[in-house]
């Protein structure tokens, strides 16, 4: 009997590493999410996800993806992880992670942000006093659209709290998940820091133009920030020093916090490390030897940022072999805090 049992386990494991195994390869097609209301733009969202049909490698614009264009979603996913890119930023930008997580059988949704992006920059530029309050709403919106989706509402794995869902963000993406999380964010406090720390903190002092100054109160409350559907966020080199200790200090929900050791463009002990001393029950990482977008897939042509060309790197660090090993460590970390 014992003999019968330990081979049935092992076909089952083997049977699950084979499913496993077929489930490797990443779909990829692109939707537009209406905004909340009439006068709001939409979000353009490329969706990632796993399918049986084969990747293959396609240039987008400076990224090339390894995918399957419309390829055939399966019918079930682990869960759905929201994906927000930085100031200027692309739904293209992250694909590495994206691919890893859909390849493990995650559905990975890329917003390019309305007035953030590499196309448009004028939620920065126009309205700094409304950035901080307008991107995780932005987020929110494609999860209330997927969420009723035909196509994709009966995929995304469910449990007695509801859908799985995580979200994982780089830089301002990074401020977005807190956010999303519970962070709250006090413009003073940005007034304040680049009053007292502009020589140290330059790049982010030097941005954003009147957010350096502290905004006028609101002629209404906001809605929250917060959207308690988020069940674990990472937040990679994120900007930090925006949020309040208190409000940090009460976020209940798994996160990661990724600093790179030598970032200039968010020096990490304002940003990164200053989230993580108000969370005590935050994984703080630290990647040696890297600066701030050791996070974004390798463009195939320079572009350029305050901080000099995104693509390049300091002498010794590897881009590639990092992100191979965090597409691990993210799948992990959603899988313990999803599962």
């Known amino acids: 009997m014992r003999a019968r049992a330990r081979h049935f386990f092992l076909w089952l494991s ?35 996800y796993p399918t049986q049909d084969p990747s293959r490698a396609i240039p987008m614009g400076p990224f090339t993806l390894n995918i399957a264009f419309h390829g055939t979603p ?30 493990h059988g995650y559905l990975v949704a890329a917003l390019r942000h309305p007035g953030d992006n590499w196309q448009n920059h004028t939620l920065l530029t126009d309205t700094p006093d409304r950035y901080f309050f307008v991107r995780p709403g932005q987020v929110s919106r494609v999860i209330d659209v997927l969420l009723l989706d035909p196509k994709w509402k009966d995929r995304i794995a469910r449990d007695a709290r509801g859908p799985r869902i995580g979200a994982l963000g780089h830089s301002a993406g990074g401020y977005t998940v807190l956010a999303l999380a519970g962070g709250e964010p006090d413009l003073s406090r940005i007034a304040r820091h680049c009053k007292d720390e502009c020589a140290e903190d330059p790049i982010f002092c030097g941005m954003g133009g009147s957010t350096r100054h ?43 916090i990724y600093e790179a050791e030598l970032d200039r463009f968010l020096v990490p002990r304002f940003h990164a490390e200053w989230v993580a001393r108000n969370m005590p029950g935050a994984q703080l990482h630290r990647v040696a030897n890297a600066w701030h977008f050791a996070f974004m897939d390798t463009p195939t042509l320079p572009i350029p940022s305050p901080d000099g060309d995104i693509g390049a790197n300091p002498p010794g660090f590897d881009r590639a072999a990092f992100l191979a090993r965090l597409g691990g460590e993210l799948n992990a970390f959603f899988d313990q805090a999803l599962q």
Not at 232 to 248: D, E, H, I, K, W
């Open 74 to 103: 399966e019918a079930a996913v682990r869960g759905l992880i929201m994906l927000s890119h930085g100031t200027g930023g692309s739904e293209l930008g992250h694909s590495r992670l994206a691919e890893a997580l859909a390849s």
């Open 14 to 48: 083997g049977l699950l590493a084979a499913v496993q195994l077929l489930a490797s390869q990443v779909g990829w097609t692109q939707m537009d999410v209406p905004g909340a209301t009439p006068d709001a733009p939409a979000t353009i969202v490329a969706l990632y």
């Open 214 to 256: 502290p905004a006028p109160a609101p002629a209404a409350p906001r809605a929250p920030l917060r959207d308690g559907r988020v069940r674990a966020v990472v937040a990679m080199a994120p900007v930090g020093v925006v949020f309040t200790a208190a409000s940090l200090a009460a976020i209940q929900v798994p996160t990661a």
